[in-house]
């Protein structure tokens, strides 16, 4: 137990919360996603758009593995600031979708907590990660559906790793909860710019999330009102509206994070490969590349910047 304490403190003395698994843990979630799918419940396009995301054979293959941590990490937002048709412009990135720096830190973290010790680890990939923070304790579901984590707010990424050493004799497991205070709240569905969040059931209209509409292509729905667009990817109204979250955005400005040749090539769309090079290497370094297919993020700066005209 003083093994797995000592690493779980080098991850939270890095400002993470952490949760120890058991093989177990992470297999009833699986199948409670799976069901969750199957269901009818998150609507035939999400379901078709995400499930692939989780595997029923999840478990690497390689060493044999014991034991699972789960981690909440903060993460900040970005504010790309940049000059276009004589105006300053600003897009917002949400916390969690530029998050390679933040991954190799934590890859970093692991390689101190577990490597130097002499054990072996992996990722934790293709699992429900925000149903097994809910499960073990170290979040609780918004009305929303985003994942909260005390002292941290919904602000935050999940990571997970499989280890050799042997799990906690005994860990805590709770059934899937949402946050107390939500039971007398609606202040993310009042603020919900496409009224994806049902006051009267637990899961969101996932299809109507615009979340769900900006990480997706094609043309938005006709009753999307321009006002409701405000971030190059995903969605951040709910998260900056609920009163669990404040004082929790960290917020990372880029000046100068484009150049007008640049917006203009974004915005007529196009291969990526296509892309001056200068533009495919920015779009990179912010993690935005993953959103080009099906012209979702050209078609979302592009409305973006109609709003603001």
Same mark, same amino acid.
């Given at each position: 137990?003083?093994?797995l304490?000592?690493?779980?403190?080098v991850?939270?003395?890095a400002?993470?919360?952490?949760?120890?698994?058991?093989?177990?843990?992470?297999?009833?979630? #699986?199948?409670?996603?799976?069901?969750?799918?199957?269901?009818?419940k998150?609507g035939?396009?999400?379901?078709a758009?995400?499930?692939?995301?989780f595997r029923?054979d999840?478990?690497?293959?390689?060493p044999?593995?014991?034991?699972?941590?789960?981690?909440? #990490?903060?993460?900040?937002?970005?504010?790309?600031?940049?000059?276009?048709?004589?105006?300053? @412009?600003?897009?917002?990135?949400?916390?969690?979708?530029?998050?390679? +720096?933040? !991954?190799?830190?934590?890859?970093?973290?692991?390689?101190?907590?577990?490597?130097e010790a002499?054990?072996?680890?992996?990722?934790?990939?293709?699992?429900? =990660?925000?149903?097994?923070a #809910?499960?073990?304790?170290?979040?609780?579901?918004? @009305?929303?559906?985003i994942?909260?984590?005390? !002292?941290?707010?919904?602000?935050i990424e999940?990571?997970?790793?499989?280890?050799?050493?042997?799990?906690?004799?005994?860990?805590?497991w709770?059934?899937?909860?949402?946050?107390?205070?939500?039971?007398?709240?609606?202040?993310?569905?009042?603020?919900?710019?496409?009224?994806c969040i049902?006051?009267h059931?637990?899961?969101?209209?996932?299809?109507?999330?615009?979340?769900?509409?900006?990480?997706?292509?094609?043309?938005?729905?006709?009753w999307?009102?321009?006002?409701?667009?405000?971030?190059?990817?995903?969605c951040?109204?709910?998260?900056?509206?609920?009163?669990?979250? @404040? *004082?929790?955005?960290?917020?990372?400005?880029?000046?100068?994070?484009?150049?007008k040749?640049?917006?203009?090539?974004?915005?007529? *769309?196009? !291969?990526?490969?296509?892309?001056?090079?200068?533009?495919?290497?920015?779009?990179?370094?912010? +993690?935005?590349?993953?959103?080009?297919?099906?012209?979702?993020?050209?078609?979302?700066?592009?409305?973006? =910047?109609?709003?603001?005209?």
């Amino acid at each position: 137990m003083h093994v797995l304490r000592q690493a779980a403190e080098v991850f939270e003395q890095a400002g993470c919360k952490t949760k120890w698994l058991t093989l177990a843990h992470i297999d009833e979630t #699986v199948w409670e996603t799976y069901d969750l799918f199957h269901s009818g419940k998150l609507g035939p396009a999400f379901s078709a758009r995400y499930q692939h995301k989780f595997r029923l054979d999840w478990q690497p293959s390689g060493p044999t593995i014991r034991s699972a941590i789960l981690l909440a #990490v903060p993460v900040h937002m970005l504010l790309l600031r940049f000059h276009y048709h004589g105006a300053q @412009r600003e897009i917002a990135v949400p916390p969690g979708y530029a998050c390679s +720096d933040t !991954e190799s830190r934590i890859w970093k973290l692991a390689e101190t907590a577990f490597g130097e010790a002499g054990h072996d680890f992996q990722w934790l990939r293709g699992v429900p =990660l925000k149903l097994l923070a #809910v499960r073990s304790g170290l979040c609780l579901y918004g @009305r929303n559906n985003i994942t909260y984590c005390e !002292e941290l707010g919904s602000f935050i990424e999940l990571y997970g790793f499989v280890t050799d050493m042997d799990a906690p004799k005994q860990i805590p497991w709770y059934p899937s909860a949402q946050m107390p205070e939500c039971a007398a709240c609606t202040v993310c569905a009042q603020a919900c710019p496409s009224a994806c969040i049902d006051l009267h059931s637990p899961i969101i209209h996932a299809e109507r999330c615009l979340t769900y509409l900006n990480e997706n292509g094609g043309d938005f729905p006709a009753w999307l009102k321009p006002s409701a667009h405000h971030t190059a990817v995903g969605c951040m109204i709910c998260q900056r509206a609920c009163p669990k979250n @404040r *004082g929790h955005l960290s917020v990372q400005t880029v000046e100068s994070a484009f150049d007008k040749d640049e917006i203009d090539a974004i915005c007529a *769309g196009g !291969e990526f490969h296509d892309l001056p090079e200068k533009t495919q290497k920015t779009l990179k370094s912010f +993690d935005l590349d993953d959103y080009w297919p099906k012209q979702a993020l050209s078609r979302n700066i592009r409305a973006l =910047l109609a709003k603001n005209e």
